[in-house]
């Protein structure tokens, strides 16, 4: 594939950690080779959006009148039009409910134990100072560290976005496994797997946290279990980019 191609919309399925990305210059959603500034590149995108607004608006207005109706009558009853919000499972709002529970409990523990984390952080650099060998284990615990904050509400958010998706599209109909909602459940899966792994490492370095560390492993285990049940075909979506093999 040429590097310099974007890939379709494969934005819409990752993590948003553009800094371990190895697919940013394929990205439009993040693109370093624009030498715009900050404010100028805000300015064109508002511009763009406004100008596809306003034509959106033009064709819409077109249209109604080629119907036969006032465009002003149609203003008023569609400001009116109170749209049905469709109702979610009980199943998915467990699921939204333990997701919740995850990302509440781990912030707290992160913020009990942020000390200990510091101090081991602290050790570990003075053992390297003293020539240790300890580089490795140093790293693994910072990344995982990282990993498990980057994903503590992310998760929740791809979950609510896969069950809307399920409850309001009718993208099932066209294709049952490349749609939105699919889309959306395997990034949570692969964010909950993520987390998961992350976890064993710091518990490994605090086997006195084994049990604290354990129960949030069992809310990611239960989630990423339902999940699964919730959208049977999530696992076989391919992501543009991550999924795809190049010949």
């Given amino acids: 594939m040429n590097d310099q191609s974007y890939i379709p919309g494969i934005y819409n399925y990752c993590d948003s950690w553009c800094e371990r990305c190895p697919f940013t210059r394929q990205c439009r959603s993040f693109d370093p080779r624009q030498e715009t500034s900050d404010s100028d590149s805000k300015e064109s995108i508002l511009e763009t959006l406004h100008d596809s607004l306003q034509e959106a608006m033009d064709s819409l207005r077109n ?126 899966l692969l964010a909950i797997e993520n987390s998961m792994a992350a976890w064993e490492i710091v518990r490994d370095r605090f086997p006195e946290m084994t049990n604290s560390i354990l129960d949030l492993l069992l809310l990611l285990a239960r989630l990423r279990a339902g999940i699964d049940q919730e959208f049977v075909h999530a696992r076989s979506f391919i992501r543009p980019g991550f999924d795809e093999v190049s010949g």
């Fill in 63 to 188: 249209h109604v009148e080629q119907q036969g109706l006032d465009w002003e009558v149609f203003q008023k009853e569609a400001a009116n039009t109170a749209i049905p919000k469709p109702d979610s499972t009980q199943h998915q709002d467990l699921l939204v409910e333990i997701a919740k529970e995850y990302s509440t409990s781990a912030q707290k523990w992160l913020e009990v134990h942020q000390d200990t984390l510091r101090a081991r952080g602290n050790e570990l650099t003075a053992q390297l100072h003293m020539g240790l060998d300890v580089m490795e284990r140093g790293v693994q615990l910072a990344d995982s560290l990282e990993v498990i904050q980057w994903y503590l509400f992310f998760i929740q958010a791809k979950l609510q976005r896969a069950i809307r998706s399920f409850n309001e599209d009718d993208v099932f109909d066209a294709d049952p496994i490349q749609n939105d909602a699919n889309g959306s459940a395997k990034v949570a």
